[in-house]
C-alpha cells in the first residue's frame, strides 16, 4: 500500500484541522451554502498540488471537473503567483474537464483514468460541484432512488481512483443556509447518506464575520471534530 500523501489548503489552521492537509486515498466532501468559499478552495489545492512535498503539495498534476463553469484561469493565476511559481506550467498541469450533465460527469472518471493511465501524474481529481446535475436532472420523489443509485457508482468509481492511483479526491456540495434545521448537526440535513457514506472527510464552510470562513470538520472518522477560521484573499485561502 502506498504512502498516503497531503495537500495543503493554504491556511496553517486549515490544515491543522485535517491533519495536514487533504489526503490521498480519500474523498474530501466540503459543503455550504452559496459563495462560502468551496470554489475557491478547489482553485487552491489545483494549485498547491503542484508544490514540492516540503511545500504542502505532492509535485502533482490535477483534474478539476467542473460542472457549472465555475473554473477561473484568472484566478489560477493569482494564486500561482502567489506561490511564485509559473503561470503557464501551473495551468497545464490543470487537467479542465466540463461536464454537461450527470452521464458526460460519470463518464468523466474514465478518461480520468485513461489520463493516468497513460503516464500524467494526476494526484488531485476535483469534482465541482457534485450534485448540481443530479439535483437539476432527478427531480421529484419518484426519481431519488435512480439518483442515489447514479450517485453511489460515481462516488465509488471516485474512490476506485483515490485507492489505485493514490489520488486525493475533492468534492463541493452546495446546501441551503437554514441553521433552524441543523439541530447541531448539519448531516441530517443534506446530501442524504450517499455522501455521508462516501466521503472519508467532511467540511461544513460557514461565512463569519468581516469576510472570514469558519471550516468545521464533522463526521470524520479518525480525526476530532472542531473548526477554524480562514480568509479567502487575492492571494488565496489564509489563516
Ligand atoms: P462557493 O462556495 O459558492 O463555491 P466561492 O468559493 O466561489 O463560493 O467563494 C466566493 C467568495 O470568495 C466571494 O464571495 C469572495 O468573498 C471570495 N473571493 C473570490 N475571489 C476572491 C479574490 N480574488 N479575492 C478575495 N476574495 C475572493
Same mark, same amino acid.
Given at each position: =500500500?502506498k504512502?498516503v500523501?497531503?495537500?495543503?489548503?493554504?491556511s496553517?489552521g486549515f490544515?491543522?484541522?485535517?491533519?495536514g492537509g +487533504?489526503?490521498?486515498? #480519500?474523498?474530501?466532501?466540503v459543503?455550504?451554502?452559496f %459563495?462560502s $468559499?468551496?470554489? @475557491?478552495i478547489?482553485h487552491e489545492?489545483?494549485v498547491?498540488v503542484?508544490l514540492p512535498?516540503?511545500?504542502?503539495g505532492?509535485? $502533482?498534476e490535477? /483534474?478539476?471537473?467542473?460542472t457549472e463553469?465555475?473554473?477561473r484561469?484568472e484566478?489560477? *493565476?493569482?494564486?500561482?503567483n502567489?506561490f511564485?511559481?509559473? /503561470?503557464? *506550467?501551473v495551468l497545464?498541469?490543470?487537467?479542465?474537464? =466540463? #461536464?454537461?450533465n450527470?452521464?458526460h460527469?460519470?463518464l468523466?472518471v474514465?478518461?480520468i483514468?485513461?489520463? +493516468?493511465?497513460s $503516464?500524467?501524474? /494526476?494526484r488531485?481529481? &476535483?469534482?465541482? !460541484?457534485?450534485? #448540481?446535475?443530479?439535483?437539476?436532472?432527478y427531480?421529484?420523489r419518484?426519481s431519488l432512488?435512480? =439518483?442515489?443509485?447514479?450517485?453511489n457508482?460515481?462516488?465509488?468509481?471516485? @474512490?476506485? &481512483?483515490?485507492n489505485?492511483?493514490?489520488? #486525493?479526491v475533492?468534492l463541493t456540495n452546495?446546501?441551503?443556509?437554514?441553521p433552524?434545521?441543523?439541530?447541531? !448537526?448539519p448531516t441530517?440535513?443534506? %446530501? $442524504?447518506?450517499v455522501l455521508?457514506?462516501a466521503?472519508?472527510?467532511?467540511i461544513?464552510?460557514?461565512k463569519g464575520?468581516a469576510g472570514?470562513?469558519?471550516? =468545521?470538520?464533522?463526521?470524520?472518522?479518525?480525526?476530532p *471534530?472542531g *473548526?477554524?477560521?480562514?480568509k479567502?484573499?487575492?492571494e488565496g485561502?489564509?489563516?
Amino acid at each position: =500500500r502506498k504512502e498516503v500523501g497531503h495537500i495543503s489548503v493554504g491556511s496553517k489552521g486549515f490544515n491543522d484541522l485535517i491533519a495536514g492537509g +487533504i489526503e490521498t486515498q #480519500a474523498i474530501t466532501e466540503v459543503f455550504g451554502e452559496f %459563495g462560502s $468559499g468551496k470554489s @475557491q478552495i478547489s482553485h487552491e489545492l489545483a494549485v498547491t498540488v503542484q508544490l514540492p512535498v516540503e511545500q504542502g503539495g505532492l509535485d $502533482g498534476e490535477c /483534474v478539476f471537473v467542473d460542472t457549472e463553469n465555475t473554473f477561473r484561469p484568472e484566478r489560477i *493565476e493569482q494564486i500561482a503567483n502567489a506561490f511564485e511559481l509559473p /503561470v503557464d *506550467e501551473v495551468l497545464q498541469k490543470i487537467h479542465v474537464a =466540463r #461536464a454537461f450533465n450527470s452521464a458526460h460527469q460519470i463518464l468523466m472518471v474514465d478518461k480520468i483514468n485513461e489520463l +493516468i493511465q497513460s $503516464g500524467t501524474n /494526476v494526484r488531485l481529481v &476535483i469534482v465541482d !460541484s457534485l450534485m #448540481a446535475h443530479f439535483r437539476a436532472e432527478y427531480v421529484g420523489r419518484e426519481s431519488l432512488a435512480v =439518483r442515489q443509485q447514479k450517485l453511489n457508482q460515481h462516488l465509488h468509481s471516485l @474512490q476506485q &481512483i483515490a485507492n489505485t492511483y493514490n489520488v #486525493a479526491v475533492f468534492l463541493t456540495n452546495q446546501v441551503q443556509a437554514k441553521p433552524d434545521s441543523f439541530f447541531g !448537526s448539519p448531516t441530517k440535513a443534506i %446530501g $442524504g447518506h450517499v455522501l455521508g457514506h462516501a466521503s472519508t472527510y467532511r467540511i461544513w464552510l460557514k461565512k463569519g464575520l468581516a469576510g472570514k470562513r469558519i471550516a =468545521r470538520l464533522v463526521d470524520s472518522p479518525h480525526l476530532p *471534530e472542531g *473548526e477554524c477560521v480562514f480568509k479567502i484573499t487575492s492571494e488565496g485561502i489564509v489563516d
